[in-house]
C-alpha cells in the first residue's frame, strides 16, 4: 500500500523556519515526481511546489518561491520542505503527494499543521 | 494563474439522487500533449483529498462507477448518479494544464 506520512509542523513565530518530512513507502520512492500542497480555510487548497526524481528540477509558486525550499533523499525515502521567513499567511495543513503522467498528485499524506503565530 | 471556479458551492442532495458539480476554468486546458489535466478530488471530514478522476474523464481505481467526469475546454461536470451516505464531502477540481496547478474552492455535498 503506498503511504505518505508527513511531520515536523507546529506553531513559529513570524519570521522564523520549520522543516517538514513526509516518509514515503509502498512505491519505489525515487521513481517519482513529490509534491507539497496546502489547505487553509482562508485560501483553500494552494499547490506548493515540486521536484523530480533526483531533485535536480524545482518548481515552486510564486507565494513562497526564495522562502521555502523542497528536496529529497532517496535513499531514506524522505521528501522535505524547508520554510523559511513564515509569515501569518503560511498557516495551514501541509500534505506531501506522489505525482503521476497526468500532471496531478495522487496519493496525498495525511497532513502536518503550521501555524505562524506570535 | 488559471481560476478555477466550481458551482454550486453547497449542494443539498437526498441520498440515493443524482448530484452535479460544474467546474469552470478561466483557460482552456487543453495542453500541448493534446490531453485535458483536469482533475477531481474527494475530501472527507478529517481526511486528505482523494482524486477521483484524471485528464476528465478517467476513474481511478477503486473509486465506484457511480461518479462521472465528462466536459471540455473550459467546462467540466462531476456527476454522482446516486448519492451514497460515504459520498458527503467536499469536491475539488483542480487543474495540471498550466502552471501553476490550481484548485477549485470546493463544493459540499451535504445531507438535505
Known amino acids: 500500500e503506498v503511504q505518505l506520512v508527513e511531520s515536523g509542523g507546529g506553531l513559529v513565530q513570524p519570521g522564523g523556519s520549520l522543516r517538514l518530512s513526509c516518509v514515503a513507502s509502498?512505491?519505489?520512492?525515487?521513481?517519482?515526481?513529490m509534491s507539497w500542497v496546502r489547505q487553509s480555510p482562508g485560501k483553500g487548497l494552494e499547490w506548493v511546489g515540486n521536484?523530480?526524481?533526483?531533485?535536480?528540477?524545482?518548481d515552486y509558486a510564486e507565494s513562497v518561491k526564495g522562502r521555502f525550499t523542497i528536496s529529497r533523499d532517496n535513499v531514506k525515502r524522505t521528501l522535505f520542505l524547508q520554510m523559511d521567513r513564515l509569515n501569518v499567511g503560511d498557516t495551514a495543513l501541509y500534505y506531501c503527494?506522489?505525482?503521476?503522467?497526468?500532471?496531478?498528485?495522487?496519493?496525498w499524506g495525511q497532513g502536518t499543521l503550521v501555524t505562524v503565530s506570535s | 494563474d488559471v481560476v478555477m471556479t466550481q458551482s454550486p458551492l453547497s449542494l443539498p442532495v437526498t441520498l440515493g439522487q443524482p448530484a452535479s458539480i460544474t467546474c469552470r476554468s478561466s483557460?482552456?486546458?487543453?495542453?500541448?500533449?493534446?490531453?485535458?489535466?483536469l482533475n477531481w478530488y474527494q475530501q472527507r471530514p478529517g481526511q486528505s483529498p482523494r482524486r477521483l478522476i484524471y485528464?476528465?474523464?478517467n476513474r481511478d481505481s477503486g473509486v465506484p462507477d457511480r461518479f462521472s467526469g465528462s466536459g471540455s475546454g473550459t467546462d467540466f461536470t462531476l456527476k454522482i448518479d446516486w448519492v451514497e451516505a460515504e459520498d458527503f464531502a467536499i469536491y475539488y477540481c483542480?487543474?495540471?494544464?498550466?502552471?501553476?496547478?490550481?484548485f477549485g474552492q470546493g463544493t459540499k455535498v451535504e445531507i438535505k
Open positions: 521536484l523530480n526524481q533526483d531533485g535536480s528540477v524545482k
Open positions: 485528464e476528465v474523464s
Open positions: 509502498g512505491f519505489t520512492f525515487g521513481d517519482y515526481w
Open positions: 483557460q482552456s486546458l487543453v495542453h500541448t500533449d493534446g490531453k485535458t489535466h
Open positions: 503527494a506522489r505525482d503521476d503522467r497526468s500532471a496531478s498528485m495522487r496519493p
Open positions: 483542480m487543474q495540471g494544464t498550466h502552471w501553476p496547478r490550481t
